[in-house]
């Protein structure tokens, strides 16, 4: 895997990566601040929230942030950086694909309604990362999202 990118270490201070790019996922903004890309022209966005895990695509990278050992977003997220490339689409299915061997990370986009965290999302999700497979939810939230 890559060399983390960004870190957030559970403590006092908020770091603004992978707590202000879930609240832009989650469609929140915080006093009308513009809040932080970890990516430039953000393109797509996934999340799943147990075991937590965060998928930003920009133009130029991906972004995967991961939880704890336990999977969880109030402990250590740890982020990795990944060269974007352009997506394809086979059957309506979107599919990103970058790196090689164990570096390698692809995030797969089904249309179809998805819940994680209480929200609904247009598309089903899945990061596949070295041998890995984690399923969420991604692309827009729909309206009446909140369960």
């Not at 992978?18 to 996934?46: H, R």
Request: proline content about 7%; some cysteine.
């Amino acid at each position: 895997m890559p060399s983390p990118v960004i870190s957030r270490e559970r403590s006092g201070e908020m770091k603004s990566l992978p707590i202000l790019t879930l609240l832009t996922l989650a469609g929140c903004s915080l006093g009308g601040s513009e809040p932080y890309n970890p990516v430039w022209d953000f393109q797509y966005g996934a999340i799943s929230h147990d075991p937590f895990w965060l998928v930003s695509i920009g133009d130029d990278r991906i972004i995967l942030t991961l939880g704890d050992q336990g999977g969880r977003a109030d402990g250590e997220l740890k982020s990795f950086e990944y060269p974007r490339v352009l997506p394809r689409t086979v059957n309506g299915v979107k599919r990103w694909e970058s790196g090689e061997g164990t570096q390698a990370i692809s995030v797969e986009a089904r249309p179809g309604p998805c819940t994680t965290g209480g929200r609904t999302y247009a598309d089903k999700t899945k990061v596949f990362l070295s041998g890995r497979v984690m399923e969420g939810c991604g692309g827009r939230e729909t309206p009446g999202g909140r369960g």
